[in-house]
């Protein structure tokens, strides 16, 4: 009889991993690219201890515009990428990348450089789980993984080495983007100064008081 119990047994456990093998299987499969198109989010990112809340949007190859809500040392700031070249703004008017948005702008140049490169390809090829297309790759900055939602919109940014996630919800779709230009050989990148550690709105009242005298 003991012997009867055991062998049930193992043949219980042995059919119960069978059916654990037989769970969804990630696997690599294409979608369509949704990533080369301008689009615009809400996003919230995590940077090591450092929680931002704001909008990104993205308008064509290498032009992207993001503008924070929160924390209160970020709120009101625009930041806007064209290629090499990175301005802020608050309230509309523009100054220097503030020392309080200098790691966070450094990621979303990341994710920018990711998406782009993505973007430029005909369809996404990734591995499948649970409806994300998850998409890895290797930037200057670290590794990174690109989750791709069941509507093909982007829904997550993750570079576990530099404790970085940005996720995005409310993805909207606005239109095919223009096709990048070329650059000549001998054009060289904006150099940014850093200034002293001021909030926007220490910024914002400088440089209003520049322009009254």
Known sequence: MKK??????????????LCSCSSPVTGSVKRENKLNSAFSAKMTISLDKMAAEGTIERIGDGKWHAE???????????????GNNTTASYKGLTFSVPRSAVPVKAMLKNLIDAVDSNAREPELHGNESEGMLKITGSLDGGEYTLSIDSNDYISLFEMPNNLLK??????????SVPQPENTSAGETSATETLPAETSPAETLSAETSATAE
């Not at 940005?166 to 239109?175: E, L, M, Q």
């Open 4 to 17: 009867f119990l055991a062998s049930v047994f193992i043949f219980t456990i042995g059919i119960f991993c």
């Open 166 to 175: 940005i996720a995005f919800s409310d993805v909207r779709i606005n239109g």
């Open 68 to 82: 924070f809500e929160s924390p209160n040392t970020l709120s009101g700031v625009a930041l806007d990428f064209d």
